[in-house]
């Protein structure tokens, strides 16, 4: 069953003879539980993409489906909440609240949305990404590879339909590289998370269960490396 459907998606940025074409009649789908890595060139329109996903940006044409809900014919109150609800974004810089400690900035999807806080769930995120023992530290007193893991238990805390991941392993050495995507598969398959992760590494790409390859604002590629 596919969680998520892109049909011909394209995005222009500007207009005449300065218009710049980011994204080219892009269609895709994507299955519950399934593991995709976006791969691309700078400037190839994967960052594009990614926003557009995520309802952060609008597309000038075409349809972005989560769990069949077209997500640009909601207005822009119902798309901020269902965006809360339905999309987790991890990105490469953490985007953390710096006044805010480690749990206030994992649990504020829901706190935002008036949802009370399932206690379990949170502890039990918060523990599988080791940070059961600094809730109340402030993001400035964490690593780079510990705020990644806030960043990454903020965006599933909401039991979103979708993870998307921006090059969630770009500002963290091979190590914590390594541990982050670890975590991430495991959230994908012990809890059939539905990951998609824009990344220029091929390690990584090669980790994904599928590599779609962005070009010049259309599909170069799209394969299957696990069925």
């Known amino acids: 069953m596919s969680i998520l459907q892109i049909e011909n998606l394209s995005k222009v940025y500007g207009t005449g003879d300065t218009a710049v074409k980011a994204l080219d009649d892009v269609s895709f789908s994507v299955k519950k539980g399934e593991f995709v890595a976006i791969i691309g060139p700078s400037g190839s329109g994967k960052s594009t993409l990614l926003h557009l996903l995520g309802g952060v940006d609008r597309p000038s044409s075409g349809k972005v489906l989560v769990d069949n809900t077209d997500i640009y014919q909601l207005n822009e109150t119902q798309l901020a909440i269902f965006r809360r609800r339905q999309i987790g974004l991890i990105y490469q810089f953490y985007n953390l609240i710096?006044?805010?400690?480690?749990?206030?900035?994992?649990?504020?999807?829901?706190?935002?949305?008036?949802?009370?806080?399932?206690?379990?769930?949170?502890?039990?995120?918060?523990?599988?990404?080791g940070l059961d023992h600094r809730l109340n530290h402030l993001p400035n007193q964490l690593s780079g590879g510990q705020q990644q893991r806030v960043s990454i238990g903020r965006a599933l805390?909401?039991?979103?339909?979708?993870?998307?991941?921006?090059?969630?392993?770009?500002?963290?050495?091979?190590k914590n590289s390594s541990e982050i995507m670890e975590l991430l598969k495991m959230f994908n398959k012990t809890y059939n998370q539905t990951l998609i992760v824009i990344t220029h590494d091929e390690r990584i790409a090669l980790q994904a269960d599928r590599v779609i390859e962005i070009n010049d604002g259309k599909v170069a590629k799209d394969e299957v490396i696990r069925p």
């Open 98 to 129: 710096p006044i805010l400690t480690v749990e206030e900035n994992m649990t504020l999807p829901l706190l935002l949305d008036e949802q009370k806080v399932d206690q379990k769930q949170f502890h039990d995120i918060a523990s599988t990404l």
């Open 157 to 174: 805390i909401s039991n979103p339909a979708i993870i998307l991941a921006d090059e969630p392993t770009g500002n963290l050495d091979s």
